[in-house]
């Protein structure tokens, strides 16, 4: 069992292009989420989705869109890259129950945009 | 909205002293609460949660973390620290929509 996989690892983008992460998971999570990592503050919410089919604006969403067309993957697109798009972006799945309720977290994909 | 205040940017500890790793929410209802550990390079691994119940929580790694209510706290505790547990720590807090807020980590740091 994989858990989350995100590619690409790291990657450098010119300003201006598109690009687009990619997150998969193996655990029929109904919900997932992409994060942003930025050094002092912490991990903010991107887009999040709560079931296949449907998805929703989290902290800082602009210049990002997500689709979810089935349970296992959550696209992150970046329509035009913007420098300060570069950060560590982390996607993750909710394992959903009471007394289950957690979040699992990718190994991160490192964005540069120059 | 929720939000959660950790105090600390940097700790810094001698291998095998006590830690103690501050945390303090807002959120009108009782919350969910998380400690995560991230370390170098790597995502995030959930240390504990508390939901309801007993108000202190027994993690992995030997970490403990207490809710208190009437302080808006939920610190991380471990009464001997390793060197493997320099890392960052986030603490963060959900609602019954189960939309996290994160706080902005607290590093540790630990001499030999």
């Known amino acids: 069992i994989a858990g989350i996989t995100q590619a690409p690892t790291s990657q450098i983008l010119a300003a201006g292009r598109r690009m687009t992460l990619r997150c998969t998971q193996d655990m029929r999570h109904n919900a997932m989420y992409w994060y942003r990592q930025d050094l002092g503050l912490g991990l903010r919410l991107i887009h999040y989705?709560?079931?296949?089919?449907?998805?929703g604006k989290g902290e800082v969403p602009d210049g990002y869109s997500v689709s979810r067309a089935n349970t296992d993957d959550f696209p992150l697109t970046l329509a035009s890259a913007v420098p300060s798009q570069t950060s560590v972006y982390f996607c993750?799945?909710?394992?959903?129950?009471?007394?289950?309720?957690?979040?699992?977290f990718g190994p991160g994909t490192r964005l540069t945009v120059l | 909205a929720q939000s959660v205040t950790q105090p600390d940017i940097h700790i810094t500890v001698s291998e095998g002293a006590s830690l103690e790793l501050r945390c303090n929410y807002s959120y009108g209802a009782t919350p969910y609460l998380f400690w995560y550990v991230q370390s170098p390079g790597q995502g995030l691994q959930l240390l504990l949660k508390y939901f309801s119940g007993d108000t202190l929580v027994q993690g992995i790694k030997g970490f403990e973390a207490e809710f208190k209510r009437s302080q808006s706290s939920f610190n991380l505790r471990k009464p001997s620290v390793h060197w493997s547990d320099a890392a960052e720590y986030f603490c963060a807090v959900g609602t019954k929509s189960y939309i996290p807020t994160f706080g902005r980590g607290t590093s540790l740091i630990v001499h030999p």
């Open positions: 989705s709560n079931t296949a089919g449907t998805t």
């Open positions: 993750a799945s909710r394992a959903q129950g009471r007394s289950t309720d957690t979040q699992y």
